[in-house]
């Protein structure tokens, strides 16, 4: 079995690009060796020093380019025009489109992962360019396509309600904290505190700066914290300025919380771990998630979280964390609150965390992918 992968929104760039999607194409590509016997893989990609050594296993065989694909318009005119010549010349047995669109003209069989459909639940917190190109092409390639993969049930109910896929060629397949996310040890935390000049207690919120991720209603929360006399802490908002941001920071300057919101900008990989297990509580009360990747990872550095009882989140936190209305500040504030002055609840939903993280699985993830691709060949 041949199997090509269109690979191009892997991305090793210290921006959010390289976060959600392409974190997920990263542990595929790192995991598919494992478990694929005989089968070899064409990966298409961005060409870079990284993304080589990950595809140097002999199960692969690189197509790499050195076009910007990182600019929308330059990826979407590569996967419509130049993928389908380039599937013509290596006749794989079936193309897994790893980015919510499939090329029109490619007739094989297709297997074609989305990670939710935001962008027609809520078109309005995109950018005009990226909801018009996904709701143009990404629900007709859904529908084409042999099999759809998602990243969770609520992802697969949502392809299935709002573009008209059959049930049974739709398949969720759960995401996994990476190993890098564990507990740190007490000193290894006292010494992040100490160089960022963080206090023992703070509230974290990582992930891109968008208004999908409903990161107003946390400084809105956490302004309700002061306001009630719980000062001895502060709120950090980690994460790389994404699109329709600077809300955000007028409402910061707005409440008054200019000394009390530290904002890191992005956050690389070998520092995300620490500033997990450093956090008192990481709030994450998203507006709408295909699955909610940072809730496990904080989980599974043994920091309890609040989120939002909205779309996939729900299944990842399960009973090991606090889930509340995305809407409500006050049972925002009021969870936050909980969580900072209770200890040993804050200790139990902890230990809760930790073991549910335990749970989930790349190697999982990579061996249920393989078995879509036997499903459809075999069909």
């Not at 029109?104 to 950018?127: A, C, E, I, K």
């Amino acid at each position: 079995m041949r199997v090509a992968l269109n690979a191009q929104l892997l991305s090793t760039a210290a921006t959010y690009r390289s976060a959600g999607i392409s974190r997920v194409i990263q542990h595929l590509l790192t995991e598919l060796p494992a478990v694929a016997d005989d089968n070899r893989f064409i990966v298409y990609a961005p060409d870079d020093a990284p993304t080589r050594d990950l595809l140097s296993d002999p199960h692969y065989s690189a197509r790499l380019t050195r076009l910007p694909v990182h600019r929308p318009v330059v990826r979407i005119a590569w996967e419509q025009t130049v993928l389908p010549v380039e599937l013509a010349r290596a006749r794989p047995n079936l193309l897994h489109a790893l980015g919510f669109v499939s090329p029109l003209v490619w007739q094989g069989p297709t297997v074609v992962t989305t990670y939710d459909m935001s962008f027609m639940r809520f078109p309005h917190l995109f950018n005009r360019s990226n909801r018009t190109y996904l709701r143009t092409f990404c629900p007709p390639s859904l529908r084409r396509a042999d099999r759809v993969i998602t990243i969770s049930e609520h992802a697969r109910r949502e392809v299935i309600e709002l573009c008209g896929v059959r049930p049974d060629r739709v398949k969720a397949i759960l995401l996994a904290a990476d190993a890098r996310f564990r507990p740190a040890e007490p000193d290894a935390i006292d010494a992040f505190r100490e160089r960022h000049g963080l206090p023992a207690r703070f509230v974290l919120y990582l992930g891109t700066l968008e208004p999908r991720k409903n990161v107003e209603a946390v400084v809105r929360a956490y302004a309700q914290l002061r306001h009630k006399g719980s000062d001895d802490h502060v709120l950090v908002l980690a994460g790389d300025r994404g699109w329709q941001y600077r809300p955000i920071f007028s409402l910061v300057q707005e409440l008054g919380l200019e000394p009390y919101v530290r904002f890191p900008g992005y956050v690389p990989d070998d520092e995300q771990a620490l500033w997990y297990s450093s956090a008192t509580v990481f709030a994450f009360p998203s507006l709408y998630e295909g699955f909610g990747l940072p809730l496990l990872e904080a989980m599974a550095c043994g920091t309890p979280v609040v989120a939002s009882r909205s779309s996939s989140l729900p299944e990842v936190v399960g009973d090991a964390g606090v889930l509340v209305d995305p809407a409500s500040i006050e049972e925002l504030s009021m969870a936050m609150s909980r969580l900072l002055e209770d200890d040993t609840w804050r200790q139990s939903l902890a230990a809760a965390g930790l073991a549910r993280s335990r749970m989930f699985s790349w190697r999982r993830m990579a061996t249920e992918t393989v078995q879509v691709y036997r499903d459809v060949l075999g069909a």
